[in-house]
């Protein structure tokens, strides 16, 4: 794809804008996907170049938390692979997707993805009530229900973190705070195995994915520093405000 100037500069700050609220209040993509999609990316080459190059991402917020997965080495290893695999599954299904299918399953996708978002709070308030039931360790329903996370995280994965932290809290018996941890390791296991897997999938705009990067690395960067002078709440009402706007726009545009 040949971008002009001013192609790259609204990738540029769409990315800059994903990596800014993803680190601030999640659902970046929200606001990355629509972009490259109205510049005339085709939507499934706009999900796999997205994933590819917004997967990196997924590394610090792992990394910031590594403390506590500390007694956690048995889940991981059960719930690590699964993750892999359903996302993995996710992205093949994604590449056996056509255009004209995905086109009409995006806007959907998108609204789902915001209303993910929306419940962000509720979801979390209702996760912490519910600590001390469910199984200690990772049981069937736990590891169907990651999968599934990880199918979604390759098909799509706008809000996918949120799916799989309802699933570890209403499932293991454990506090909150030790669960989000293995959320960050397990999103970033979904999303690395779907890039991978795209990589040599001939669907990445690699021009694209560089832009996307630099300024989600860049935005990443300027969100740690505006963490404690933006109200992730307010943030994320504006990402669900966006979301919300842009899905009912692809979902009635002619």
């Known amino acids: 794809m040949v971008l002009s100037v001013l192609s790259i500069l609204a990738i540029a700050a769409a990315a800059v804008a994903a ?9 970046g993509t929200l606001i990355a996907f629509p972009v490259l999609t109205l510049l005339g990316v085709p939507p499934v080459v706009a999900n796999v170049t997205l994933t590819v190059a917004l997967s990196p991402g997924y590394l610090g917020g792992a990394l910031a938390q590594r403390r506590l997965l500390a007694g956690q080495k048995r889940r991981l290893l059960a719930l690590v692979p699964v993750s892999v695999v359903g996302g993995i599954a996710g992205g093949f299904l994604l590449l056996h997707t056509s255009e004209q299918l995905f086109r009409l399953v995006v806007p959907y996708l998108i609204l789902l993805a915001a209303g993910l978002l929306a419940v962000q709070g509720p979801v979390r308030k209702l996760l912490g009530r519910a600590e001390g039931h469910g199984g200690s360790n990772a049981g ?23 799916v799989t932290l309802a699933v570890l809290g209403l499932t293991i018996n454990e506090s909150l705070t030790r669960l989000n941890a293995v959320k960050q390791a397990l999103s970033f296991a979904m999303n690395v195995a779907a890039a991978l897997f795209f990589v040599f999938s001939g669907k990445v705009d690699w021009t694209v994915a560089a832009i996307m990067a630099a300024g989600a690395l860049a935005g990443g960067m300027l969100g740690g520093r505006l963490a404690n002078r933006i109200s992730p709440t307010v943030l994320r009402v504006v990402v669900v405000a966006f979301g919300a706007v842009i899905g009912l726009y692809f979902l009635f545009r002619p």
């Not at 590891?143 to 799509?156: D, N």
């Open 19 to 27: 990596g800014l609220i993803n680190a601030l209040a999640g659902g």
């Open 140 to 162: 069937p329903v736990t590891l169907l229900g990651i999968a599934a996370a990880g199918v979604y995280a390759g098909y799509f994965g706008a809000g996918v973190s949120i």
